[in-house]
């Protein structure tokens, strides 16, 4: 057990179910995603784990998530579908909204959404998510919802070329400690995902649709294909991100990522995307 995390703390703000009641805490994991997939096997459904360093974290599109050793939460759980896998696509939606909620009842009312699933505060990334699906050993389908949220940092803890474009909660004026983070955004993610579970995909996308930071902008988005530009209109209902143009037309993506920059305005001495 990792003696940097207060469990009791952990326990007393929890207020779930599922999720998080059994949960591995460790000093230094390459990445929490891949102890969540072996905690499935071991702890079953809604195992979660906790790492205080993650020294190969991930995020989207191959990506590296950098969080200096125990101030950011580097959270996994790891959850069986109930839902029919081909609507999995929510699922990045649907944490990104539950760590949006956590940052709100921690005290960041600014958090907002930046599609898919990335948390921002003005163009500052707060946190991100990265979900795996798989077809674990003895059948069914399976995700695997990793979160990375900093927490803790002040601005030179975090690499220099992040400092202008990231922030944490401490940052942003909440007193929230790791186990406060872990445990608000587990408690945030129950009932979004079991709505997710028992159909309720509409409602899902509408609550995220609510705090999403960029409708009405015209936003760039970097896309497998490249970069492309539009009026953010809505979200679609499998989640796509549908983009209009000056002549009316609509187009619809289901994969890339909005550029921070176009989704607030530039601050003084503002930087480049996130």
């Not at 909660?169 to 579970?197: K, M, V």
């Not at 309720?200 to 509408?206: M, P």
């Amino acid at each position: 057990m990792a003696d940097g995390f207060d469990r009791a703390r952990f326990t007393a703000r929890l207020r779930t179910h599922s999720l998080g009641q059994r949960l591995l805490v460790r000093d230094t994991a390459a990445s929490t995603n891949d102890v969540a997939w072996e905690a499935l096997a071991s702890l079953g459904d809604g195992a979660a784990v906790v790492a205080l360093e993650q020294t190969r974290g991930r995020g989207r599109e191959g990506r590296r998530w950098e969080l200096a050793p125990g101030r950011g939460l580097a959270l996994s759980v790891a959850l069986r579908l109930g839902c029919d896998p081909r609507q999995a696509g929510v699922i990045p939606l649907a944490a990104g909204l539950a760590v949006a909620l956590a940052g709100h009842a921690l005290g960041v009312s600014r958090a907002r959404l930046k599609w898919p699933n990335d948390v921002l505060v003005e163009d500052r990334k707060l946190a991100g998510v990265l979900c795996e699906l798989r077809r674990p050993a003895g059948g069914g389908d399976a995700v695997v919802i990793g979160t990375g949220l900093n927490v803790l940092q002040s601005r030179d803890e975090f690499p220099e070329d992040l400092r202008e474009r990231a922030t944490s909660l401490r940052l942003e004026g909440s007193s929230a400690t790791l186990e406060d983070a872990a445990a608000e955004t587990l408690t945030q993610l129950e009932p979004i995902w079991n709505g997710l579970q028992e159909g309720d995909r509409a409602g899902v996308l509408a609550e995220w649709s609510r705090w999403c930071a960029h409708w009405g902008r015209t936003v760039r988005v970097r896309t497998p294909a490249g970069p492309v530009e539009g009026t953010a209109l809505r979200l679609d209902a499998d989640g796509g991100l549908v983009l209009g143009d000056a002549r009316g037309r609509e187009q619809t993506l289901v994969a890339g990522d909005v550029d921070a920059a176009s989704v607030a305005p530039a601050r003084k001495g503002g930087s480049d995307a996130a």
